[in-house]
């Protein structure tokens, strides 16, 4: 009833905002997604702190290791967000079929796929910059191997069933890495402003 009596404006302001929210995938997918990719930067991001953690503990005292660690946290924390975004961003740009429908185990299938890409591209980079060609083949491979198994597990409705039960068990990590994260911004954003 109050609709039809709101000025134009409010309701092209409601049309667009509606548009805008269709366009974006379900929020429990996008959570879903979320833990994922959170799960996977902070995940990774412990195990380089671990790896480094011996050379610490001799040059440093351990109020100077933890604020390594928040700092690594942070940017793990906001590393997440800004990949997850970019993932939600995408799929609202992209045609429905390609992303949005079924974005959490495609979520799950580029954030599996970037992760092993990364892993390679880190073993083998060392400390030489690989030509341009080298460094080509290292952004498009992923990205022709993640279409193509989107394309065979949308097929496949029992692949997709586990894949989406995959996700929904690592966005149980959101309850333990978002407070980390969280918790790590506010040191990092006392440590730089005291």
Known sequence: M???YAPASARKARKRLKFIRNRFPHRSEM??????????CHSWSVL???????????????????EIFAFMMAFAFLESLLVAGVLALLSAIMPSKWLREGFAYKGLIFMVIAT?????????????????????????????????II????????????????????????????????????VVALRNLL
Not at 48 to 57: D, E, V, Y
Not at 162 to 184: E, H, T
């Open 2 to 4: 109050g609709e039809e």
């Open 31 to 40: 959570l879903t997604v979320l833990g994922v990719v959170v799960f996977v």
């Open 48 to 66: 380089g702190f671990l790896n480094k953690l011996s050379a610490f503990i001799l040059y440093f005292r351990v109020a100077e290791i933890a």
């Open 116 to 148: 092993i890409a990364a892993i390679i591209f880190q073993k083998n980079l060392e400390e030489v910059l690989p030509p341009l060609q080298v460094l080509t083949l290292y952004w498009v491979t992923p990205l022709v191997l993640t279409a193509i």
């Open 151 to 186: 394309g065979v597990v949308q097929r496949m409705p029992r692949a997709r069933s586990i894949l989406l039960n995959l996700a929904d068990r690592f966005s149980i990590m959101l309850f333990v890495y978002v407070p980390i994260g969280l918790l790590s911004l506010m």
